[in-house]
Structures are given as C-alpha cells and as structure tokens.
C-alpha cells in the first residue's frame, strides 16, 4: 500500500514561511507525479502545485504563484512545498498527492494521498 506522509505544517504569522514535506514509501516515487492540494474549513479541497516525476516541470495555482515553490528529491522519495509571504487566506490542511506518469490539477487526476498537515496563518 502506498504511504504519503505530510509534516512541517504549523502556526506562523502573515509574511512568514513554512516548509512541508511528504514522504513517500512504497512505490516508484521517480515515476509518479507529485501534487499538493489544501483545503480550508468548508471549502472544497484546491489545487496549491504539481511537479512532475522528473522535478523539470512545475504549475502553480495563481493565488500561491511567486510565493509557494514545489520540488522533489527523488533519492528522499520526499516532496516539498516552500511557502513564503503566507497570508491569512493561506490557512488549510495541506495534503500531498501521487499519481504514475502524467498529473493534472483536479483531485481525480490523482491516486494516493496523505492524511494531511495543518498550516495555519495568523494575521
């Protein structure tokens, strides 16, 4: 069974940063694309990054574009999402997402997923 296992996530004020990470075990990680998704208290879960399985390809949500940055380390099997000049409407439970080959930014476009880190921004 594949395991994703998201961590760094935390309370920090407005202009601030955080670093996620997500681990994965159990699969190929150098052939799956990997995205991060959050999702606020009722709302429905949001596209925030993808990379692909190489890391020479990343998309950005425009509302986290310029302030979040994705990579990956395919000898860690670990995927990270910097984000910096976080901003109160960033607050949400940050999940990680894998799927083999070619991704998307839809939440069916992926297979596996974490169980989720709390990122909070405090104004």
């Known amino acids: 069974q594949v395991q994703l296992v998201e961590s760094g996530g935390g309370l920090v004020q407005a202009g601030g940063s955080l670093r996620l990470s997500c681990a994965a075990s159990r699969l190929t990680f150098s052939s799956y694309g990997m995205g991060w998704f959050r999702q606020a208290p009722g709302k429905e879960r949001e596209f925030v990054a993808r990379?692909?399985?190489?890391?020479?390809?990343?998309y950005y949500a425009d509302s986290v574009k310029g302030r979040f940055t994705i990579s990956r380390d395919n000898a860690k099997n670990t995927v990270y999402l910097q984000m910096s000049s976080l901003k109160p409407e960033d607050t949400a439970v940050y999940f990680c997402?894998?799927?083999?080959?070619?991704?998307?930014?839809?939440?069916?476009?992926?297979?596996?997923w974490g169980q989720g880190t709390q990122v909070t921004v405090s104004s």
């Open positions: 997402a894998a799927k083999p080959g070619r991704i998307g930014t839809m939440p069916l476009d992926y297979n596996y």
């Open positions: 990379i692909n399985w190489s890391g020479t390809s990343t």
